[in-house]
């Protein structure tokens, strides 16, 4: 089993910057990919960006130049990570998901809501 907390949503005006944080406890040993996903209120859960163990990330087109994936950071028994979001949009309004993938399963945080205002 792995645990998922996410943290550093709010609100935010156009323009303006927020950092995500998601600390992955549990059997961190078998996550081999971490992840940003979001779902703006209306529409399908997408994908912001995702990094694997190896330090890889990609990211949408919608956030490239903007936002910023950290590599994973294991300490304390807690992989964590953490989303740099810049330059930021109304657009960019959603519940953000923390994800970890394992072989079999994936595993989701609770969500943390951001808000842009125009």
């Known amino acids: 089993q792995v645990q998922l907390v996410e943290s550093g949503g709010g609100l935010v005006q156009a323009g303006g910057s927020l950092r995500l944080s998601c600390a992955a406890s549990?059997?961190?040993?078998?996550?081999?990919?971490m992840g940003w996903y979001r779902q703006a209120p209306g529409k399908q859960r997408e994908v912001v960006a995702t990094v694997t163990s190896g330090g890889s990330t990609n990211y949408a087109d919608s956030v490239k130049g903007r936002f910023t994936l950290s590599a994973i950071s294991r300490a304390n028994a807690k992989n964590t990570m953490y989303l740099q979001m810049n330059s930021m949009s109304p657009e960019d309004t959603a519940v953000y998901y923390c994800?970890?993938?394992?072989?079999?399963?994936?595993?989701w945080g609770q969500g943390t809501p951001v808000t842009v205002s125009s």
């Open positions: 549990g059997s961190i040993s078998s996550i081999y990919r």
């Open positions: 994800a970890a993938d394992t072989l079999f399963l994936r595993y």
